[in-house]
């Protein structure tokens, strides 16, 4: 089964692997929750939002988990960003 490297833009942390077929699934659904303008999506309510858009005949598993380091992997990409000094954190999508 092939796996996707989902690095992190923290400097000290260990990139992980996961199944191509739960990155593919979980990148599609934050690139559809994020909006590509401010105010943009609170970080807070992302897993939310990305449980929407996932199959519901194959589970993935922690969707908290997978929504984070994929979230992590797509900043790493530049397909997406943080709003600089919001607190708590919003997202945005670089088109």
């Known amino acids: 089964m092939e796996r996707v490297l989902c690095e992190t833009p923290a400097t000290g942390r260990k990139a992980v692997r996961i199944d191509r077929w739960k990155y593919d699934f979980v990148a ?3 690139l559809s929750a994020v909006p590509d303008t401010e105010p943009g999506l609170f970080f807070k309510g992302l897993p ?3 449980a929407k858009y996932l199959p519901e005949d194959k589970p993935i598993g ?5 929504t984070t380091t994929v979230k992590l992997s ?9 709003l600089a000094g919001v607190w708590p954190q919003r997202l945005v999508k670089v088109l």
């Open 28 to 30: 599609e659904a934050i």
């Open 48 to 50: 939310t939002q990305v």
């Open 62 to 66: 922690s969707v908290g988990w997978y």
């Open 74 to 82: 797509l900043e790493v990409k530049g397909k997406l960003r943080r």
